[in-house]
Nanobody, 123 residues
């Protein structure tokens, strides 16, 4: 089974940057597509970005141009570079994986989830 472990969250000022990492262990076929989601207290879990092995990425409109996902397939690690952070980006950021091919935007498409890493954007 695939295990996902996120890291890199923290407290950052508005306009700052963070880089999140998600290390996946287990079968690489279970991580054909990986995604970043975020969830603020009392709100639903929303897609940030989904990226498929071999290419293909979908973004939430609220982060396009500021956030960039990338994959190191040799390390089976997913990253999320976040620039121009805003207070409304504050949330628990979760990594997800699926054996389905192609970017996926719905929560049920993902069978594996990490525990999340907290990102807080505040002055």
């Amino acid at each position: 089974q695939v295990q996902l472990v996120e890291s890199g969250g923290g407290l950052v000022q508005p306009g700052g940057s963070l880089r999140l990492s998600c290390a996946a262990s287990g079968s690489t076929s279970s991580t054909n597509t990986m995604g970043w989601y975020r969830q603020a207290p009392g709100k639903q879990r929303d897609l940030v970005a989904s990226t498929a092995w071999g290419g293909g990425t979908q973004y939430a409109s609220s982060v396009k141009g500021r956030f960039t996902p990338s994959r190191d397939n040799a390390k089976n690690t997913l990253y999320l570079q976040m620039n121009g952070l805003k207070p409304e980006d504050t949330a628990l950021y979760l990594c997800a994986a699926t054996d389905l091919r192609g970017p996926r935007t719905t929560v049920p498409a993902y069978g594996r989830w990490g525990q999340g890493t907290q990102v807080t954007v505040s002055a």
